[in-house]
Antibody, heavy 119, light 113 residues
């Protein structure tokens, strides 16, 4: 069955770029029905959608983060990635990758990875 | 952005009793063309990722117990847990997918009384 797994540094310096990768296993990232998204959750807080990507490379982002976010896909590796620039402590969160079925709801999630922004 | 507001923020329910969570959206989530409500519910247990429970406001995801049900339309939808079990202690979130950006409610924490 399809599984998602986030990977990347757990600590990022302020003003630097946060980079995470989500590896999809048990299925193809090139499915026509699926978008692939990033959602984050600050400690003790709620969920915030960051953006999503289609296997063709088509993306859509949360306007609140759009100026700092790039989401890309690498179909040959069955992976998609998140880059968030100029991070501050406010970007400290658990970052989840998820499958966005038909660009609607998120039906499969990775376990999440905690990224702390600190010097 | 569509603002999603859940109520209450937390509730304590006795085992076997009913739990009801309401989610109000700042604009209607009902599509006039598809006649569907673009609303999902998720359950998040401590230390775990969210789990999809319900989509299209009332369609239960495969494997979700039938004590979970969704109802409502437009700007007001409800998640009901008909007979609360210990395993249902979680935070529940609603999410709209009617428009971009996708937005979530602030969450409702369900505990055992």
């Amino acid at each position: 069955q399809l599984q998602l797994q986030e990977s990347g540094p757990g600590l990022v310096q302020p003003s630097e770029t946060l980079s995470l990768t989500c590896t999809v296993s048990g299925g193809s990232i090139s499915s026509s029905s699926d978008y692939w998204g990033w959602i984050r959750q600050a400690p003790g807080k709620g969920l915030e959608w960051i953006g999503s990507v289609y296997y063709s490379g088509n993306t859509y982002y949360n306007p609140s983060l759009k100026s700092r976010v790039t989401i890309s896909v690498e179909t040959s590796k069955n992976q998609f990635s998140l880059k968030l620039t100029s991070v501050t402590a406010a970007d400290t969160a658990v970052y989840y990758c998820a499958r966005e079925l038909w660009r609607y709801y998120f039906d499969l999630w990775g376990q999440g990875t905690l990224v702390t922004v600190s010097s | 952005d569509i603002v999603m507001t859940q109520s209450p923020d937390s509730l304590a329910v006795s085992l076997g009793e009913r739990a009801t969570i309401t989610c109000k959206s700042s604009q209607s989530l009902l599509s006039s063309s598809s006649k569907k409500n673009y609303l999902a519910w998720y359950q998040q247990k401590a230390g775990q990722p969210p789990r999809l429970l319900i989509y299209w406001a009332s369609t239960r995801e495969s494997g979700v117990p039938d004590r979970f049900s969704g109802s409502g339309s437009g700007t007001d939808v409800t998640l009901t847990i008909s007979c609360l079990q210990a395993a249902d202690v979680s935070v529940y979130y609603c999410q709209q997918y009617y428009s971009t950006p996708r937005t979530f409610g602030q969450g409702t924490k369900v505990e055992i009384k």
